[in-house]
């Protein structure tokens, strides 16, 4: 597949779910997807080797949940090949973003990639995570995702312990995943499904947030969704269906 193909493919999915990237964007975009191909002739990255299939099950799929990012330092649990972390860096620049991968190979091609794509305020870093944020070196975050990394309880367990009071957890889910409603110091605060542009797949969002408030809530509270993603105030509480293609059930807390 052409770098033009590749490029035309990414513009067109991102528009059919309401994003409005800019060149550079998609042009960065398109170089993770290159290397991570490149690389995985060699080392395990992913199983899909169709690069039009990576643009939607990877790419796409990790976009999808920008809007709902909340800005400020976010954690990419699990992060593989970059994904959803690398990706919302490139459409979010007010993201600090630190992907988390126990496997150090796959650390290295992260740090290969940042270095080559110089991103700023984006960090690969090698460690298991076990709950104890001080020990591993890593900082108490205001958002955190995963994408396949583990089961939907005991990633929101986990995950609570790198979180800030008033932080949010995202758990990215395919449509019969469990969806647990709340866990200690944790309330389910929106649901969403929505489907992939070309294929349709059907993916799942919820998004909890940790009680307490954060010291400085202006910088981890979700963003106006502006330059380059969808522009809108919330919903209100029930089903609506937002700009960038995606349903949403929204708690009634």
Known sequence: ???????????????????????????????????????????????????????????????????????????????????????????????????????????????????????????????????????EGLPRVHGAVARAFAGPRPWLQLASHYVLPGGLILCMLGPRDEAPAAEAELELVRELAYKLPFSGAQRRLLVYERAGSLVEQSSTSLPPLTAGLPAGPPPAAGSTQLSCGISSQWSSH
């Open 1 to 135: 597949m052409s770098e033009a193909a590749t490029l035309t493919l990414l513009a067109r999915g991102a528009e059919a779910m309401g994003l409005r990237l800019d060149g550079d964007q998609l042009q960065l975009l398109d170089r993770h997807i290159a290397l991570m191909l490149k690389w995985n002739r060699s080392i395990n990255l992913t199983a899909i080797p169709d690069p039009a299939e990576v643009v939607e099950k990877h790419v796409l799929d990790s976009l999808a949940v920008a809007p709902f990012v909340p800005r400020g330092t976010l954690l990419d649990a699990g992060s593989g090949a970059g994904f959803p972390g690398l990706p919302l860096r490139i459409v979010r620049p007010d993201l600090d973003v630190i992907l988390v991968d126990s496997v150090q190979k796959k650390v290295a091609f992260l740090k290969s990639v940042l270095a080559e794509l110089r991103l700023p305020n984006a960090r690969a870093q090698a460690v298991r995570l076990e709950g104890r944020p001080a020990e």
